[in-house]
């Protein structure tokens, strides 16, 4: 299930970040972004990304309107077996469901 997901999200993670990752990059990595983009365009965003701006960005990603129409954690996750998932209920043992451990 999780492999399943990871290669229908990592092309469509891939093509946000080379649209729209460049809004969260400082002049200077936006430049160089440019000079990758003019050497090779595709893939330049993640070849010139560090983790903590890649880190920055993924909340446009994850919004409603960016997945919503191909994908939700509803219609990919059985959520009454789902452990990772975070829409899925809390379990854990000697708590009842939905409860979280003191």
């Not at 990059?25 to 010139?48: D, H, K, N, Q, S």
């Not at 919004?63 to 998932?85: A, D, F, K, M, N």
């Not at 899925?88 to 979280?100: H, L, M, N, V, W």
Request: a neutral charge; hydrophobic letters at 30%; aromatic letters at 8%.
């Amino acid at each position: 299930m999780a492999l399943r997901r990871l290669r229908f999200l990592d092309p469509l993670l891939r093509s946000y970040l080379e649209t729209e990752g460049h809004r969260s990059l400082t002049t200077g990595l936006f430049a160089e972004l440019e000079i990758e983009r003019g050497v090779e365009p595709a893939g330049a965003f993640a070849r010139i990304v560090s983790g903590d701006v890649l880190f920055y960005t993924l909340p446009g990603f994850i919004e409603p309107g960016v997945l919503s129409p191909t994908y939700s954690r509803t219609e990919s996750c059985e959520r009454s077996r789902c452990t990772t998932c975070p829409s899925a209920p809390i379990r854990t043992r000697g708590t009842s469901e939905g409860t979280r451990p003191s």
